[in-house]
């Protein structure tokens, strides 16, 4: 693999590892060759036996600035390269987790290093041959996984499964290249090396293979990256209470006067495993447009989310029953997506017609119906789950295999760009395109698996995956 220079070779860099906030601990961590020499600097052992710092080993024992002042009590730990995460001396200080405490400690190693900018630890594990391009991305993908699979779906390309895959394909398309290049060559020869019928053949083999690792992408997008629930309906059908009884606490506030909600809320829950942003929106009011111009904007910004949406919940004011809008706005939604939800159970039961979906309310098809009670959370429960199986069937999600390989978007769109240029070589093969004229869909297939993986990717293109990263990753 062919790295591109790195502008900052040799410094060392350094950054506060750990979330911002306070915490019980928290880590300042340095890489490059002055690390030791720092660790030297600042450290000052509690054991009077302590002979140097013992690889791969903490040290416990106080930091201090250069004047002598204690700054912390801490945990130290040196780590020499190449046999680190970045591929260089590395070294840890394991601090108490007050921001005044890491600041202070960050301050002073900076008088003898620079602050990392975002994401180059993980880039120079890169440069440094310690993991590809897809295997330093998922490294920001399990931080950020907001679910158990999701973090699964991360670690496997940690190990470097996506990477492996895209090599092996690089390794047929090779093959495929170099007898593309003999029977330019030697188009002469009696026998022919590379027949047409044989060239497409491989072809439409590699394009099926590329398809097969993108297959994964949506099915499993609910895991990596959660999903939008958006609670909808008309003005006092309920939503804010159901928001609440959703998150067990009182988030929105609830009022008897139309209209409380002007703006868009949005809260994170978890479904049994699966990551929700929860959309509380504005109430519609039917044919009329409100007088206050705020209302009108929440109103439409909360449509946007509600069309958004991986999944609407659309309640019914039980005491109104059906609506003009509530016609309205469903006509405007895939029934796959849809829920249909009889609030104010306690007030006014659910009629057999609304519950399975006869007379008035075939105008309405849904996803799925339940009758609650949001204010007393009867029925919320039952809401909840069909919420997680309609989210599921409509994305046709399940919970991924064991080392299942799913792209990230960035590798999707490159994954896509490889497989358009191995359908147009097909279609360029077998109209009888010269082979040399061939070659170039093969280039631009090895082109986009190359930027996947970040043999030869150029600079800008790591510029913009790793500008993504946190400071300290």
Not at 31 to 59: D, T
Not at 131 to 137: G, I, N, P, T, Y
Not at 189 to 208: C, S, W
Not at 285 to 302: F, Q, T, Y
Request: proline letters at 6%; aromatic letters at 4%.
């Amino acid at each position: 693999m062919s790295m591109p220079p790195d502008r900052f070779a040799g410094d060392t860099i350094a950054a506060i590892a750990t979330p911002p906030g306070r915490g019980g601990i928290g880590v300042v961590r340095i890489s490059g060759p002055e690390s030791l020499a720092l660790l030297n600097r600042l450290f000052v052992p509690a054991s009077a036996s302590f002979a140097g710092f013992v690889p791969w080993k903490l040290h416990h024992g106080r930091l201090r600035d250069c004047a002598g002042r204690i700054l912390d009590d801490a945990l130290a730990v040196f780590m020499p390269g190449p046999d680190t995460f970045t591929g260089e001396d590395v070294a840890e200080l394991h601090c108490h987790g007050g921001p005044a405490v890491l600041a202070g400690v960050l301050d002073e190693v900076l008088c003898s290093a620079r602050l990392a900018e975002r994401g180059e630890f993980s880039r120079r594990a890169f440069l440094n041959g310690r993991m590809d391009l897809s295997q330093a991305e998922a490294v920001a993908e399990l931080i950020a996984a907001p679910t158990k699979e999701g973090a699964r779906l991360a670690a496997g390309k940690i190990e470097g499964l996506l990477g492996r895959r895209v090599s092996e394909l690089r390794e047929l398309l090779e093959n495929l290249r170099a007898r593309l290049c003999l029977a330019v060559d030697f188009p002469d020869d009696e026998v022919e090396p590379l027949p047409r019928d044989v060239f497409v053949r491989d072809a439409k083999a590699l394009e099926q293979a590329v398809s097969a690792l993108l297959a994964g992408v949506e099915r499993t997008r609910c895991w990596r990256e959660g999903v939008s629930v958006a609670l909808a309906g008309a003005v006092n059908a309920g939503k804010s209470s159901l928001m609440n009884a959703f998150l067990g606490r009182p988030r929105a506030i609830v009022a008897a006067r139309p209209g409380t909600t002007r703006d868009f809320l949005e809260e994170p829950l978890n479904l049994d495993g699966l990551s929700v942003r929860l959309v509380d929106t504005a109430g519609l009011r039917g044919g009329e447009e409100p007088d206050d111009p705020v209302e009108s904007e929440g109103i439409r910004m909360g449509l946007s989310r509600v069309r958004e949406a991986d999944v609407v919940v659309l309640l019914v004011d039980g005491e109104r029953g059906l609506t003009p809008e509530t016609v309205s706005l469903a006509a405007g939604l895939e029934a796959k997506k849809l829920i249909l939800v009889w609030n104010k159970m306690d007030l006014a039961a659910a009629p057999d017609l609304f519950l399975h979906g006869r007379g008035e309310w075939e105008a309405v098809p849904c996803a799925g119906r339940c009758a609650i009670c949001a204010r007393s959370g009867q029925g919320v429960d039952e809401l909840a789950r069909l919420v997680r199986k309609v989210v599921l069937a409509g994305l046709g999600a399940r919970l991924p295999e064991p080392g299942e390989i799913v792209p990230n978007a960035r590798q999707a769109r490159e994954l896509e760009t490889a497989r358009e240029a191995l359908a147009a070589l097909r279609v360029d093969a077998r109209d009888g395109l010269p082979y040399e004229l061939c070659a170039v869909r093969l280039e631009e297939t090895a082109r986009a698996l190359d930027n996947i993986t970040g043999a030869d990717a150029p600079e800008d293109v790591l510029n913009r995956i790793f500008d993504t990263f946190c400071v300290g990753k």
